[in-house]
């Protein structure tokens, strides 16, 4: 771990004055993923900018009906807050998937969009990357690349983003808020994160001097039909091998609005609006499930470890559209699958 | 007065961990203290071609930086690097020593520094250029390189012959990964120089006098000047039977700088320690279709270093446990370029057991035989191998109580017979098996006039409950409560002690507690007879015992003196006896300690997720002197071999030698929610013949047994045998007899 200098943020825009000023500078809030790559050398910011006093700790109803959450609420707070519980229903359940109780309550919201690859060689400085040391190489594309991703790759990175509450947030069609030097701006979901192209070190398209104030979910919620399903390789406190975020409206018996992201597949929460199409005005059941998890999975590309993921995320993908169509989403606290 | 042994007593040192008053290696406060940081090497194989460390040294706060160029000296010969535990003959990791790079993440600089954080972040500015050389790391890519090693076990009769005559032939090969330890509490060893060349350690470690042994070897130091102790250690599970470089680091460190030195590694340090090695088990059975074992063949092929052999009998198992006349058993060693594994927990029968139990699984499936059935039908009233009889045997009771806690007799035999809903069912079993082993350990007892009782002891307790069992054995044998009761542990200067592994420790203490404590007895009883009007005149020792703080006449406490008055009459403030456990070989018998492990998996059928949700565990371990840390131990065993059977995995790319999961996010071990039901029953096992108080030890009986128990209910639940552990869901939908590691090629012919 290098040696750095502390600062506190007054406001956002001190936030943004702070960042601008100094290229390596970080900001820190819950700090679970900062810290953790900063005793592995991964990240070696000069400065650490406190933002954990910011006021951005509310989560309210907008006037479009829809919720606000401040970027620094907490992940339990968050999944635990009356208004998600009730109206978002799906998003609380993929925060509850995702790390242990105690990382929850540090994580926060901005934090966890930001969060970074779980590929092992990016944790590892001994070895190339070429999202940590771009140019570097990939050494998963040849290596250990079973939890890696089967979508979106490319020849320079098959690197997966591990969030599980990104998966919910980008089924929802939320949007980020972000305050930079240039005022604030809006990014919707799908386009925040990034594929990895040539440029893997680029996880999203935030500014490096912008900071995330809010995300905001949209009205709809699906709080009847849906389900978040995470499949891993212990029963709690692991990352997705692969995980399917299940939304749907249905209406005398047809599915009239559908939703389907994964996570755990590619270097961003994974959607796919023909497989989605292929559910809208269906009638909810298996034969159709599976038409638009083919779909959806049409192009994945397993590689020399990973390649059972495909199937695997089929069998996921039934089933949880499966749960979400008969209203009994999976719940995190019971670790049998329904 | 009732007997404490037995009882489900609670840790006599649990309230001083809890608040945090039972100190560890690493939280030993002194004036003056310097922190080590280690820098390791990134590469496998090669040599140090130079350290700059020109920008380490800059950084405020930091004082020195030892290499191998600059260092405190160590002796040369490798003798004097070996300690109670290494492998004979080899050639012991010598940390610090030279240019040579022997394995990845081998420690090759100390940074010195006035507090934590500067020491760690001067050793990311620690410059190291190397020249490599090619390396291996793979057993896969060594197997054809592997040399057999001699073994105790001996080949009966011609296994070769009578498997190729058998009616039913059975091979199959097991795979078990490299598995790390991973104890809660880090290594750390803070080293305080005492001035005049004398030194105190407090060491992470299995066995204070085996490190006090190994520093005075390694620096030519005086016994007497080298203290070393280990009060409370957060588990260990075998990585501290073997002093570890921690403590070399910080006494070079306290040697050269001449203060107090403090070295606690990281996580990822710790994956550069030890470990289980990775083992290929091949296993050959032969049987008669009534199920009669014709013969056992088992060839074990495991890593370790360049420098040490290390191995342990994988293959004896099979050869004690099960009736066969012909048995052949290979055990071989492939030599990589890797730190030397270790013992684990079990070492050699959990990954031995764990093959063959799975093997006698695949033969009762291809003899349509229930699994328990096969395993009476093998049962053995004798070790097979050297043909004695044992002390106790009460493995056929564990089998009985163990299948009826479970409800087996409602088993269906056929696999994916069973279900629950979206999920299949299976339930499995697997025999454990496990040494019973005693040592010479010596004990101190200290009477005081008060009515206090210090025992003392140089054995570690590793988490197990040595502390507690000690007070419970010495007060059963002084007639005193538990809580007059003083148990010094983990401590150089105190009574000799053999380092705390092979679940050998409470019998063999509790032995040397016995005799001290008639030596007590003996005492007492001299000096109650020479007061006037003693109701004890007469009485030979055979005679009286000691109970409720008094000495007694047997069978009338009528005749009794109270021994406050024996010791203030004599006028003697204190008495102290020591003596060891001088138990006699006994050479007639076999000693072992058994187990039935019962396990319910439920398996989600479309996606593979695998849940264990009950585990009977049936433990025949002598007499248990303490129902509560023993049950404890075997749930931790149970808990473990969840984990064996399902998650713990050490991934290593080939490519750079390294392993890449090297910390406890991405090295799995179960997690709460993985653990549902675990039952541990301990069968009623008197054994007058191991030793007088008939006790066994149960540290690692827990965890034989349980990944093959778990293995087979896998099996049982959805007719896909996985063999190479872990058992992880992409592994159950591969097909059948394919895989990475081509393994899975069982042949159950019938003739
Ligand atoms: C062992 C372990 C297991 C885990 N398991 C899971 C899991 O199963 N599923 C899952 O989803 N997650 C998991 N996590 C990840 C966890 O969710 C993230 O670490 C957490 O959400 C990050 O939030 P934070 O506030 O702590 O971020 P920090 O570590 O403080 O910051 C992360 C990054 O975001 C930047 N940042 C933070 N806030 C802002 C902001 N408002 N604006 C701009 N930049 C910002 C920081 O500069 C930093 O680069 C796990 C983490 C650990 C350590
Ligand atoms: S997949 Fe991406 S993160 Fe992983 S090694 Fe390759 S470049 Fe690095």
């Known amino acids: 771990m290098n040696n750095f200098a502390y600062s506190r943020a007054a406001d956002v825009a001190d936030a943004v004055r702070q960042i601008a000023a100094d290229r390596n500078a970080k900001f820190i809030a819950g700090g679970t993923n900062l810290i953790d790559l900063m005793k592995y050398d991964v990240e070696r910011p000069v400065r650490l900018i406190d933002i954990t006093r910011l006021p951005l700790r509310a989560v309210e109803e907008t006037r479009d009906g829809g919720v606000r959450v401040g970027a620094l609420v907490p992940n339990s707070d968050l999944a635990y807050h009356p208004l998600i519980e009730a109206r978002y229903p799906l998003l609380a359940s993929a925060i509850l998937a995702g790390a242990s109780a105690q990382l929850r309550n540090m994580a926060s919201t901005g934090g966890n969009l930001l969060q970074r690859t779980r590929c092992l060689y990016f944790y590892d400085t001994a070895t190339p990357c070429n999202k940590r040391e771009p140019g570097s190489g990939c050494s998963a594309i040849n290596g250990i690349n079973r939890t890696n991703a089967i979508l979106g790759t490319s020849e320079a990175c098959i690197a997966t983003h591990p969030s599980d509450m990104c998966v919910a947030l980008a089924a929802l069609e939320a949007t980020v808020h972000v305050a930079g030097p240039s005022g604030e701006r809006c990014i919707d979901f799908a386009d925040f994160h990034r594929l990895p192209g040539d440029t893997p070190d680029r996880d999203t398209n935030l500014e490096s001097q912008e900071i995330i104030t809010a995300i905001e979910l949209p009205a709809k919620g699906f709080a009847e039909n849906h389900s978040y399903l995470k499949i891993r390789d212990r029963l709690s406190y692991a990352f997705a091998l692969v995980s399917v975020a299940a939304a749907l409206e249905i209406n005398g018996g047809r599915i009239r609005d559908a939703r389907l992201a994964l996570g755990g597949v590619a270097h961003k929460p994974w959607r796919d609006r023909e497989a989605e199409a292929l559910l809208q005005g269906a009638v909810p059941e298996r034969t159709v499930f599976a038409k638009a998890a083919d779909r959806l999975l049409r192009d994945a590309k397993g590689y020399a470890h990973n390649a059972f993921k495909i199937d695997l995320a089929r069998r996921a993908i039934i089933r949880t559209l499966a749960q979400a169509a008969n209203a009994t989403p999976q719940i995190q606290s019971v670790k049998k699958i329904r | ?751």
Not at chain 2, 154 to 174: F, I, N, W
Not at chain 2, 249 to 272: I, N
Request: glycine share 8%; hydrophobic share 40%.
């Open chain 2, 1 to 751: 007065m009732t007997s404490s042994i037995g009882t489900a007593t609670s840790r006599v040192d649990g309230r001083a961990k809890v608040t945090g008053r039972a100190k560890y290696a690493g939280e030993f406060n002194v004036p003056g203290l310097a922190y080590g940081a280690v820098v390791m090497s990134t590469i496998t194989k090669g040599r140090i071609a130079r350290i700059d460390t020109t920008q380490a040294l800059k950084v405020e706060g930091v004082i020195d930086i030892l290499t191998h160029d600059n260092r405190p000296p160590m002796a040369s010969d490798d003798k004097d690097y070996s300690d109670d535990v290494a492998p004979e003959g080899g050639s012991p990791f010598r940390p610090l020593y030279d240019d040579r790079i022997r394995f990845n993440r081998q420690p090759i600089a100390l940074v010195l520094a006035e507090d934590w954080e500067t020491a760690r972040f001067a050793a990311t500015l620690v410059q190291v250029h190397y020249e490599v050389e090619g390396f291996a790391t793979d057993l896969h890519a060594e197997l054809e390189r592997a040399r057999a090693v001699d073994k105790p076990v001996k080949p009966r009769g011609d296994a070769s012959k009578a498997l190729a005559r058998a009616a039913l032939r059975l091979s199959a090969d097991y795979l078990i990964p490299a598995e790390y330890h991973n104890p809660m509490e880090p290594f750390a060893a803070t080293v305080i120089w005492d001035g005049d060349g004398k030194l105190t350690i407090h060491d992470k470690t299995q066995g204070v006098q085996n490190v006090q042994r190994y520093v005075c070897g390694i620096f030519h130091l005086k016994p007497d000047d080298v203290r070393v102790t280990s009060p409370f250690v957060g588990g260990a599970f075998g990585s501290g039977l073997r002093p570890q470089y921690e403590v070399v680091l910080a006494t070079l460190g306290a040697l050269k700088l001449k203060r107090p030195v403090r070295v606690v590694l990281t996580r990822e340090e710790m994956y550069g320690l030890s470990y289980r090695p990775m083992t290929l088990e091949r296993l050959a059975l032969g049987a008669s279709a009534e199920g009669a074992l014709d013969a056992v063949m088992h060839e074990a092929i495991a890593m370790t270093s360049r420098n040490e052999d290390f191995s342990r009998n994988d293959t004896a198992w099979a050869e004690l446990l099960y009736k066969s006349s012909n048995a052949r058993y290979v055990h071989k060693l492939a030599a990589l370029d890797v730190v030397t594994p270790a013992d684990m927990r079990a070492p050699g029968a959990a990954t031995g057991v764990y093959a063959l139990e799975c093997a006698m699984d695949e033969l009762a499936v291809a003899l349509k035989l229930d699994p328990l059935e096969l395993r009476l039908r093998c049962y053995s009233e004798r070790d097979q191998g050297s043909g004695q009889p044992y002390s106790s045997k009460q493995l056929r009771e564990c089998y009985r109580q163990g299948a009826e806690a479970f409800g087996w007799a409602k088993r269906n035999a056929a696999p994916r017979s069973m279900r629950d809903g979206s999920e299949l069912v299976g339930w499995g079993m697997a025999t454990g098996v496990w040494e019973a082993l005693q040592m010479p350990f010596a004990t101190r007892i200290l009477l005081t006039a008060n009515g206090h009782v210090e025992v003392s002891c140089a054995a570690t307790d590793i988490g197990t409950g040595t502390y507690t069992v000690m007070a419970q054995v010495a007060a059963d044998m002084l007639g005193a409560p538990v809580d007059s009761i003083t148990v010094k542990l983990g401590d150089s200067s105190l009574p000799q002690a053999q380092v705390e592994g092979g679940s050998w420790t409470a019998a063999s203490v509790a032995h040397a507690i016995a005799n001290a404590a008639d030596d007590l007895r003996k005492e007492l009883l001299a000096l109650a007879q020479t007061m006037p009007n003693s109701p004890l005149q007469g009485l030979k020792l055979d005679d009286v015992v000691l109970a409720d703080g008094a000495i007694a006449a047997k069978g009338d406490t009528r005749r009794s003196i109270g021994l406050a008055d024996v010791m203030r009459q004599a006028g003697v403030e204190r008495i102290e006896k020591e003596r060891g456990s001088d138990f006699k070989e006994d050479d007639k018998h076999a000693h072992n300690t058994h187990s039935a492990v019962l396990a319910e998996v439920k398996v989600d059928e479309e996606l593979g997720v695998i849940r264990v949700t009950r585990v009977v565990n049936a433990v025949a371990a002598g007499r248990i002197i303490n129902t509560k840390t023993a049950t404890s131990q075997i749930m931790g065993g149970v808990v473990w071999g969840i984990g064996m059977a399902l998650h713990e995995e050490a991934l290593v790319d080939h490519a750079f030698g390294r392993v890449m999961n090297a910390n406890i996010a991405e090295y799995h071990v179960p997690v709460n929610a993985d653990i549902h039901e675990v039952k541990v029953i301990f069968v009623e096992e008197p054994d007058s013949v191991i030793n007088p108080l008939g006790i066994k030890g149960v540290g690692e009986i827990g965890i034989v047994g349980v990944a093959a128990a778990v293995a087979n209910a896998v099996y049982h639940a959805t007719g896909t045998r996985v063999r190479d552990l872990p058992i992880t869901l992409d592994k159950l939908a591969r097909p059948t007899g394919s895989g990475d590691l081509e393994l899975g090629q069982s042949r159950a012919a019938k003739q």
